[in-house]
């Protein structure tokens, strides 16, 4: 059965690092998305990515955040400086059409230090 | 806008009794309801979806949930604990058409033997 992919599964950071985190959607899914988990917390929704370009973002997403599909199969987050409160797991998922059921990868924990 | 409460934090059960976690959903429009499983260390797994068909809708391993509209809830039940039930169950929003998904703070399950 065909699943999402995320790399690394654990990644320790310093403040201040870039991270790129990667994800393999599903390989006939065309939505992209991302969510963190912030411990003890909600998955928050962060940005959406449709036909190249990102369709949809939260507050979080802020300039320090962006998104990426460099070839026909990976997606990845970077976060160019990264801070304490950035750290939390990080899910990728995917999904066939909008509103439909997204498919989550296993998640990346961030740890920044 | 779209939110969910998760009106138990933890639920306790023994093996093979019922079990039941309450959701309650606000959208401004036509949602679509999910319930995502996340056992230790694993990604989210889609446990049931309801996008408007019938309204008791079933999913894996034994789950299933009823979408009442006048009350605005989506409970997820099983009629029998397994010991592999233990994991945190997440309720689910998405506005009918929109990209991200709104998920509830979440249910922790034990199941005693």
């Known amino acids: 059965e065909p699943e999402v992919t995320q790399t690394p599964s654990h990644q320790v950071t310093q403040m201040g690092q870039e991270v790129i985190l990667r994800c393999v959607p599903i390989s006939n899914h065309l939505y992209f998305y991302w969510y963190r988990q912030i411990l003890g917390q909600k998955v928050e929704f962060l940005v959406s990515f449709y036909n190249n370009e990102i369709s949809e973002k939260s507050e979080i997403f802020d300039d320090q955040f962006s998104v990426e599909r460099p070839d026909g199969s990976n997606f990845t987050l970077k976060i160019r400086s990264t801070k304490l409160e950035d750290s939390a797991m990080y899910f990728c998922?995917?999904?066939?059409?909008?509103?439909?059921?997204?498919?989550f990868g296993p998640g990346t924990r961030l740890t920044v230090l | 806008a779209q939110s969910v409460t998760q009106l138990d934090s933890h639920v306790s059960v023994s093996e093979g009794t019922p079990v039941l976690l309450r959701c309650n959903y606000s959208s401004s429009y036509s949602p679509s309801l999910f319930w995502y499983v996340q056992h230790p260390n694993k990604g989210l797994q889609l446990l049931l979806k309801?996008?408007?068909?019938?309204?008791l809708v079933k999913g894996i391993n034994g789950f299933e949930a009823e979408f009442k509209k006048s009350e605005t809830s989506f409970h997820l039940t099983k009629p029998s604990a397994h010991m592999s039930d233990a994991a945190e169950y997440f309720c689910?929003?998405?506005?009918?058409?929109?990209?991200?998904?709104?998920f509830g703070a979440g249910t922790t399950v034990t199941v005693r033997a």
């Open positions: 309801y996008t408007s068909a019938a309204t």
């Open positions: 689910v929003v998405s506005d009918r058409g929109d990209y991200k998904l709104s």
């Open positions: 998922a995917s999904s066939v059409t909008r509103g439909n059921e997204q498919f």
